[in-house]
T-cell receptor, first 114, second 112 residues
Framework: DGGITQSPKYLFRKEGQNVTLSCEQN?????MYWYRQDPGQGLRLIYY???????QKGDIAEGYSVSREKKESFPLTVTSAQKNPTAFYLC?????????????FGPGTRLTVL | GENVEQHPSTLSVQEGDSAVIKCTYS??????FPWYKQELGKRPQLIID?????GEKKDQRIAVTLNKTAKHFSLHITETQPEDSAVYFC???????????FGAGTRLFVKA
Protein backbone atom coordinates (compact mmCIF):
# COMPACT_ATOMS: atom_id res chain seq x y z
CA ASP A 1 0.00 0.00 0.00
CA GLY A 2 2.97 2.35 -0.24
CA GLY A 3 3.34 5.13 -2.77
CA ILE A 4 0.56 7.50 -1.79
CA THR A 5 -0.49 8.13 1.78
CA GLN A 6 -3.17 10.18 3.46
CA SER A 7 -3.54 11.31 7.04
CA PRO A 8 -5.34 11.21 9.28
CA LYS A 9 -7.50 8.18 8.56
CA TYR A 10 -10.37 9.65 10.60
CA LEU A 11 -10.96 13.32 11.30
CA PHE A 12 -13.62 15.05 13.33
CA ARG A 13 -14.41 18.70 12.83
CA LYS A 14 -16.49 21.09 14.84
CA GLU A 15 -18.68 23.52 12.98
CA GLY A 16 -16.80 26.69 12.04
CA GLN A 17 -13.39 25.01 12.04
CA ASN A 18 -10.97 24.69 9.17
CA VAL A 19 -9.22 21.34 8.89
CA THR A 20 -6.40 20.19 6.63
CA LEU A 21 -6.10 16.73 5.11
CA SER A 22 -2.65 15.54 4.17
CA CYS A 23 -1.68 13.74 0.97
CA GLU A 24 1.87 12.64 0.18
CA GLN A 25 3.24 10.56 -2.69
CA ASN A 26 6.70 9.16 -3.42
CA UNK A 27 5.87 7.99 -6.93
CA UNK A 28 7.41 11.06 -8.59
CA UNK A 29 4.03 11.80 -10.16
CA UNK A 30 3.34 15.21 -11.63
CA UNK A 31 -0.44 15.23 -11.30
CA MET A 32 -2.37 15.01 -8.06
CA TYR A 33 -6.10 15.04 -7.35
CA TRP A 34 -8.65 15.36 -4.55
CA TYR A 35 -12.01 13.61 -4.72
CA ARG A 36 -14.99 13.58 -2.42
CA GLN A 37 -17.09 10.45 -2.04
CA ASP A 38 -20.43 10.45 -0.25
CA PRO A 39 -22.07 7.19 0.92
CA GLY A 40 -23.20 5.12 -2.05
CA GLN A 41 -22.00 7.76 -4.46
CA GLY A 42 -19.30 8.13 -7.06
CA LEU A 43 -16.15 10.23 -7.07
CA ARG A 44 -16.50 14.00 -7.40
CA LEU A 45 -13.43 16.05 -8.28
CA ILE A 46 -12.60 18.88 -5.88
CA TYR A 47 -9.22 20.14 -7.12
CA TYR A 48 -6.38 18.87 -9.25
CA UNK A 49 -2.80 19.92 -9.87
CA UNK A 50 -0.74 19.17 -12.96
CA UNK A 51 2.56 20.55 -11.69
CA UNK A 52 4.06 22.26 -8.66
CA UNK A 53 2.63 25.70 -7.88
CA UNK A 54 -0.32 25.16 -10.18
CA UNK A 55 -3.81 23.80 -9.50
CA GLN A 56 -7.31 24.00 -10.98
CA LYS A 57 -10.79 23.80 -9.55
CA GLY A 58 -12.75 20.67 -10.12
CA ASP A 59 -16.51 20.25 -10.09
CA ILE A 60 -17.12 20.98 -6.39
CA ALA A 61 -14.31 23.34 -5.29
CA GLU A 62 -16.46 25.72 -3.21
CA GLY A 63 -15.50 25.60 0.46
CA TYR A 64 -12.16 23.90 -0.20
CA SER A 65 -8.63 25.14 -0.82
CA VAL A 66 -5.37 23.46 -1.81
CA SER A 67 -1.69 24.19 -2.25
CA ARG A 68 1.05 22.50 -4.25
CA GLU A 69 4.36 23.82 -2.95
CA LYS A 70 6.14 20.49 -3.36
CA LYS A 71 5.77 17.77 -5.96
CA GLU A 72 5.22 15.16 -3.26
CA SER A 73 2.52 16.98 -1.32
CA PHE A 74 -1.00 18.21 -2.09
CA PRO A 75 -2.86 19.14 1.13
CA LEU A 76 -6.57 19.90 1.11
CA THR A 77 -8.14 22.39 3.53
CA VAL A 78 -11.83 22.07 4.26
CA THR A 79 -12.95 25.51 5.29
CA SER A 80 -15.89 26.62 7.40
CA ALA A 81 -17.53 27.74 4.15
CA GLN A 82 -18.10 24.08 3.23
CA LYS A 83 -21.49 23.53 4.82
CA ASN A 84 -21.72 19.77 4.49
CA PRO A 85 -18.18 18.38 4.64
CA THR A 86 -18.93 14.96 6.13
CA ALA A 87 -17.61 12.54 3.51
CA PHE A 88 -14.80 10.20 2.50
CA TYR A 89 -11.93 12.11 0.87
CA LEU A 90 -9.61 10.43 -1.58
CA CYS A 91 -6.34 11.76 -2.89
CA UNK A 92 -4.84 10.38 -6.10
CA UNK A 93 -1.79 10.87 -8.26
CA UNK A 94 -0.88 10.13 -11.86
CA UNK A 95 2.44 10.08 -13.61
CA UNK A 96 3.55 11.32 -16.99
CA UNK A 97 1.63 13.42 -19.46
CA UNK A 98 -1.27 12.61 -21.65
CA UNK A 99 -4.20 10.35 -20.93
CA UNK A 100 -2.83 6.83 -20.66
CA UNK A 101 -1.76 6.70 -17.07
CA UNK A 102 -3.84 5.22 -14.29
CA UNK A 103 -4.56 7.16 -11.15
CA UNK A 104 -3.24 5.72 -7.89
CA PHE A 105 -5.42 6.41 -4.88
CA GLY A 106 -4.50 6.94 -1.28
CA PRO A 107 -6.32 5.08 1.51
CA GLY A 108 -8.67 7.99 2.18
CA THR A 109 -9.65 10.23 5.09
CA ARG A 110 -13.09 9.98 6.59
CA LEU A 111 -14.18 13.42 7.81
CA THR A 112 -17.09 13.83 10.19
CA VAL A 113 -18.60 17.10 11.37
CA LEU A 114 -19.68 17.03 14.99
CA GLY B 1 -19.63 19.01 -20.46
CA GLU B 2 -17.78 15.72 -20.26
CA ASN B 3 -19.84 12.91 -18.81
CA VAL B 4 -19.64 9.16 -18.23
CA GLU B 5 -22.87 7.27 -17.62
CA GLN B 6 -22.70 3.87 -15.96
CA HIS B 7 -25.37 1.14 -15.72
CA PRO B 8 -26.69 -0.58 -13.77
CA SER B 9 -26.23 1.15 -10.41
CA THR B 10 -26.75 -2.17 -8.60
CA LEU B 11 -26.21 -5.69 -9.88
CA SER B 12 -26.87 -8.93 -8.05
CA VAL B 13 -25.71 -12.25 -9.50
CA GLN B 14 -25.37 -15.83 -8.32
CA GLU B 15 -21.89 -17.16 -7.75
CA GLY B 16 -20.54 -18.60 -10.98
CA ASP B 17 -22.69 -16.42 -13.22
CA SER B 18 -21.37 -13.59 -15.37
CA ALA B 19 -21.71 -9.88 -14.64
CA VAL B 20 -21.73 -7.08 -17.20
CA ILE B 21 -21.41 -3.36 -16.48
CA LYS B 22 -21.85 -0.82 -19.25
CA CYS B 23 -20.62 2.74 -19.66
CA THR B 24 -21.14 5.49 -22.18
CA TYR B 25 -18.93 8.54 -22.53
CA SER B 26 -19.53 11.88 -24.18
CA UNK B 27 -16.06 13.29 -24.96
CA UNK B 28 -14.92 11.96 -28.32
CA UNK B 29 -11.34 12.92 -27.39
CA UNK B 30 -11.27 10.21 -24.72
CA UNK B 31 -8.74 7.51 -25.48
CA UNK B 32 -8.05 5.75 -22.17
CA PHE B 33 -10.69 3.80 -20.25
CA PRO B 34 -9.75 2.38 -16.84
CA TRP B 35 -11.94 0.31 -14.52
CA TYR B 36 -11.55 0.53 -10.76
CA LYS B 37 -12.78 -1.77 -8.01
CA GLN B 38 -13.52 -0.34 -4.58
CA GLU B 39 -14.17 -2.60 -1.62
CA LEU B 40 -16.08 -1.22 1.33
CA GLY B 41 -14.14 1.51 3.13
CA LYS B 42 -11.07 1.08 0.94
CA ARG B 43 -9.42 2.90 -1.92
CA PRO B 44 -10.36 2.33 -5.57
CA GLN B 45 -7.85 0.11 -7.34
CA LEU B 46 -7.32 -0.36 -11.04
CA ILE B 47 -8.38 -3.81 -12.25
CA ILE B 48 -8.13 -3.40 -16.00
CA ASP B 49 -7.86 -0.67 -18.61
CA UNK B 50 -8.19 -0.31 -22.34
CA UNK B 51 -6.86 2.17 -24.86
CA UNK B 52 -8.73 3.51 -27.85
CA UNK B 53 -6.67 1.57 -30.40
CA UNK B 54 -7.87 -1.74 -28.93
CA GLY B 55 -11.36 -3.21 -29.11
CA GLU B 56 -11.08 -5.84 -26.39
CA LYS B 57 -8.75 -6.82 -23.58
CA LYS B 58 -8.84 -9.81 -21.23
CA ASP B 59 -7.20 -10.61 -17.94
CA GLN B 60 -8.23 -13.98 -16.54
CA ARG B 61 -11.90 -13.67 -15.53
CA ILE B 62 -12.33 -10.04 -16.50
CA ALA B 63 -12.55 -8.45 -19.91
CA VAL B 64 -13.30 -5.02 -21.31
CA THR B 65 -14.73 -4.14 -24.69
CA LEU B 66 -14.70 -0.75 -26.38
CA ASN B 67 -16.83 0.58 -29.21
CA LYS B 68 -15.43 3.99 -30.07
CA THR B 69 -18.01 4.67 -32.74
CA ALA B 70 -20.85 4.25 -30.28
CA LYS B 71 -18.79 5.65 -27.35
CA HIS B 72 -19.59 2.54 -25.30
CA PHE B 73 -17.33 0.38 -23.18
CA SER B 74 -18.17 -2.55 -20.94
CA LEU B 75 -16.70 -4.69 -18.16
CA HIS B 76 -17.38 -8.42 -18.20
CA ILE B 77 -16.68 -10.64 -15.19
CA THR B 78 -17.08 -14.37 -15.73
CA GLU B 79 -17.39 -17.12 -13.11
CA THR B 80 -18.12 -14.56 -10.42
CA GLN B 81 -17.00 -15.24 -6.85
CA PRO B 82 -18.13 -13.69 -3.56
CA GLU B 83 -14.88 -11.71 -3.37
CA ASP B 84 -15.89 -9.93 -6.57
CA SER B 85 -18.54 -8.13 -4.50
CA ALA B 86 -17.57 -4.44 -4.53
CA VAL B 87 -18.30 -1.14 -6.25
CA TYR B 88 -16.93 -0.86 -9.78
CA PHE B 89 -16.22 2.47 -11.46
CA CYS B 90 -15.63 3.05 -15.13
CA UNK B 91 -13.74 6.14 -16.27
CA UNK B 92 -12.65 7.98 -19.38
CA UNK B 93 -9.62 10.16 -19.93
CA UNK B 94 -9.04 12.42 -22.93
CA UNK B 95 -5.86 12.65 -24.96
CA UNK B 96 -3.35 14.99 -23.34
CA UNK B 97 -5.71 15.78 -20.53
CA UNK B 98 -5.19 15.37 -16.82
CA UNK B 99 -8.81 14.98 -15.79
CA UNK B 100 -10.38 11.56 -15.57
CA UNK B 101 -14.16 11.46 -15.67
CA PHE B 102 -15.66 8.71 -13.50
CA GLY B 103 -18.98 6.96 -13.80
CA ALA B 104 -21.27 6.89 -10.78
CA GLY B 105 -20.37 3.32 -9.91
CA THR B 106 -22.02 -0.11 -9.90
CA ARG B 107 -22.49 -2.01 -6.68
CA LEU B 108 -22.02 -5.71 -7.48
CA PHE B 109 -23.33 -8.37 -5.11
CA VAL B 110 -22.27 -11.97 -5.72
CA LYS B 111 -24.46 -14.39 -3.81
CA ALA B 112 -22.89 -17.64 -2.65
Amino acid sequence: DGGITQSPKYLFRKEGQNVTLSCEQNLNHDAMYWYRQDPGQGLRLIYYSQIVNDFQKGDIAEGYSVSREKKESFPLTVTSAQKNPTAFYLCASRGGGGGYNEQFFGPGTRLTVL
Amino acid sequence: GENVEQHPSTLSVQEGDSAVIKCTYSDSASNYFPWYKQELGKRPQLIIDIRSNVGEKKDQRIAVTLNKTAKHFSLHITETQPEDSAVYFCAASPTGGFKTIFGAGTRLFVKA
